[in-house]
């Protein structure tokens, strides 16, 4: 189950900025190091350097995933960043199913309306997060057309929690 959490634009940004640059500091040293490994170990194998080069640096770019996954995921500099990783995963799971949820809502489906009030309140977020006001002047009209649909209903419009067995309904209709 994911939750939409408050959180302040512009801490959300000073803090992915904070883990970006520690990400890339740690790629750039592993990247160099795996690269310079490759040349010296396969270099007398083959004339092109540059591609062995590359070959190095993706090594470099594997093993620094790894350890962001196992040893940065949980630290409270990388919450930010985490957590719109699983934000924009959830809006990208409801944007897979997003035509037979907005055709289930013209039919009436309750749960469909639920669904997309998520995917609206965390397609707000993310554009407010992100600073992306273009986008979010997009989302208005058809948000406001939803809420009047879910006010008639008497829905609650706070749905800021999602499950993905949710929209499994919605998949293949």
């Known amino acids: ?13 000073k803090q992915t900025r904070k883990a970006t640059l520690i990400v890339m500091a740690i790629f750039i040293v592993i990247g160099f190091f795996t690269a310079t490994m490759a040349v010296d170990l396969f270099g007398e194998y083959s004339s092109n350097h540059l591609v062995l080069n590359f070959m190095g640096a993706f090594v470099g770019l594997l093993i620094t995933a790894g350890i962001v996954k196992v040893f940065f995921a949980d630290k409270e500099w990388m919450k930010e960043g985490i957590y719109a990783w699983r934000l924009k995963r959830n809006l990208m799971y409801i944007s897979n199913v997003l035509n037979n949820v907005k055709q289930a809502v013209e039919d009436g489906d309750q749960q469909a309306m639920k ?13 407010r997060l992100e600073d992306n006001n273009q986008a979010l002047i997009d989302v208005v009209a058809e948000k406001r057309e939803l809420e009047d649909k879910m006010q008639a209903l008497e829905l609650e419009l706070n749905q800021v929690e999602f499950d993905f067995a949710w929209s499994d309904a919605y998949k293949n209709q």
Do not use: A, S
Not at 1 to 13: A, G, L, S, V
């Open 115 to 127: 669904i997309l009030r998520f995917y609206h309140l965390g397609l707000e977020q993310m554009h």
């Open 1 to 13: 189950m994911f939750k939409i959490e408050e959180i302040d634009p512009i801490y959300y940004r």
